[in-house]
């Protein structure tokens, strides 16, 4: 059972566009981390959230924590090529019970 | 950021063999590693939870006995699959939790291919 809901889960976009990805649960965090797989690699760390309303920039990827520290976003800002890949958000409970969402596949076309 | 390595990142076998993958953090302790799977195009599917000194937890219809998980030291967690089968085919990725217990850091994974 998902306890992380991400969407959306395919997203095709023309390079230079914004998008939105988002990750919702019914439970608190007791943090979130964004990461980013590319095919046949280990997903990779992109933030870690922590604070209810925080607020995170990396270069053109600003990523938002919910206040009440159930819901995440990542947006990104005129979106390239190399932007392309699988985009998971995790949420930890309970301090090492960590679950992910389904991801997000995200393709940018120049 | 901390450095999670995974050994092998390749293997192929026969079926009916066993096969062990090493999760090692390298510049970390971790108490507690997870082993994860992921198959194509989907995201990442819990397997169980390792934890230093303790038996593995596993999630609900993973079967222990054929996914056998030792975590004997701080910085290496082993995943064994016994009596491979070709549906065992699939990408296997660890992760070990850092020190404040807020990341995790991911190693490379193994692509195991069952013949």
């Known amino acids: 059972t998902q306890l992380l809901e991400q969407s959306p889960q395919f997203l095709s976009i023309q390079e230079g566009e914004n998008l939105t990805v988002y990750c919702n649960s019914s439970?608190?965090?007791?943090?979130l981390q964004w990461y980013r797989q590319e095919p046949g690699e280990g997903p990779v760390l992109l933030v870690t959230?922590?604070?209810?309303?925080e607020v995170k920039k990396l270069k053109r990827l600003t990523f938002q924590f919910g206040d009440a520290r159930k819901d995440s976003s990542l947006h990104i800002t005129a979106a390239q090529p190399g932007d392309t890949g699988l985009y998971l958000c995790?949420?930890?409970?309970?301090?090492?019970?960590?679950?992910f969402g389904a991801g997000t596949r995200l393709t940018v076309k120049p | 950021g901390a450095v999670v390595s995974q050994h092998p990142s390749r293997v192929i076998c026969k079926s009916g063999t066993s096969v062990k993958i090493e999760c090692r953090s390298l510049?970390?302790?971790?108490?507690?590693m997870f082993w994860y799977r992921q198959f194509p195009k989907q995201s990442l599917m819990l397997m169980a939870t390792?934890?230093?000194?303790?038996?593995?937890?596993?999630e609900q219809g993973v079967e222990k006995d054929k996914f056998l998980i030792n975590h004997a030291s701080l910085t290496l967690s082993t995943l064994t699959v016994t009596s491979a089968h070709p549906e065992d085919s699939s990408f296997y990725i660890c992760?070990?939790?850092?020190?404040?217990?807020?990341?995790?850091?991911f190693g490379p994974g193994t692509r195991l291919t069952v013949t």
């Open positions: 390792s934890n230093e000194g303790s038996k593995a937890t596993y």
């Open positions: 510049d970390f302790q971790a108490t507690t």
């Open positions: 995790a949420g930890l409970y309970n301090n090492n019970d960590m679950r």
């Open positions: 959230v922590v604070t209810g309303g």
């Open positions: 439970s608190v965090f007791s943090s």
């Open positions: 992760s070990a939790l850092s020190l404040r217990g807020r990341e995790q850091y």
